[in-house]
């Protein structure tokens, strides 16, 4: 089974744009998460979509925004960019809804903003 | 709520030696637990998780980790280190009682293997 991608892997933008990544996940998995990491902060969580509904949300802006298509491709869009914003941007997608599957990783993409 | 804390921002180990990550979590019920680690410039990758039966689970890579209830911690283990091993190792955590199937990860622990 091919594993979870994402693109683009790189992304240089400047402040005030808009971007906007995609993830593909393994096939079968309907559960797609977001995650935003940094040095600073670590991972976080930005939001979940399972079956095209967005089931959770972490703690971000209403910049930060995501979709989900039934084939379980998942978007995600942050407008207005920020300096701050500069991070890794990981999803992740598990077979289930269930609490105990482990999730799989895409190679993340790099966003800067300069 | 549920948190986890990895108390250590960097392990040093020599190559041969066993390793140890120390994890400790909290939650309201019971927890499912996990170890992820990431290379550079990578995603995670998962290496085992604990969800009940043996206190003792055993993972991808040799690694292995012991959970404990009464400590709320969830070492990750490996008899000896490689190299190969040095990476940024996660362990996150789900509270079972706490409704949501999203998992809270620690900060990351930076293992260093040295030859």
């Known amino acids: 089974k091919a594993g979870v991608t994402q693109t683009p892997r790189y992304l240089i933008k400047t402040r005030g744009q808009q971007v906007t990544l995609s993830c593909s996940p393994i096939s079968g998995h309907r559960s797609v998460s977001w995650y935003q990491q940094t040095p600073g902060q670590g991972l976080q969580f930005l939001f979940e979509y399972f079956s095209e509904t967005q089931r959770n949300k972490g703690n971000f802006p209403g910049r930060f925004s995501g979709r989900q298509f039934s084939n379980s491709r998942s978007e995600m869009n942050v407008s207005t960019l920020e300096l701050g914003d500069s991070a890794l941007y990981l999803c992740a997608s598990r077979s289930s809804s269930g609490a105990y599957n482990e999730q799989f990783f895409g190679p993340g993409t790099r966003l800067t903003v300069l | 709520a549920q948190s986890v804390a990895q108390p250590e921002d960097q392990v040093n180990v020599a190559e041969g030696n066993p390793l140890t990550v120390k994890c400790t979590y909290s939650?309201?019920?019971?927890?499912?637990l996990f170890w992820y680690v990431q290379y550079p410039n990578r995603g995670l990758q998962f290496l085992l998780k604990?969800?009940?039966?043996?206190?003792l689970v055993k993972g991808s890579y040799g690694f292995e980790a012991e959970f404990n209830k009464s400590q709320t911690s969830f070492h990750l283990k490996k008899p000896s280190a490689l190299v190969s091993d040095s990476a940024l190792y996660f362990c996150a955590v789900r509270d079972l009682s706490g409704g949501s199937y999203i998992p809270t990860f620690g900060r990351g622990t930076s293992l260093i293997v040295h030859p």
């Open positions: 939650v309201s019920g019971n927890p499912y």
């Open positions: 604990y969800i009940t039966g043996d206190n």
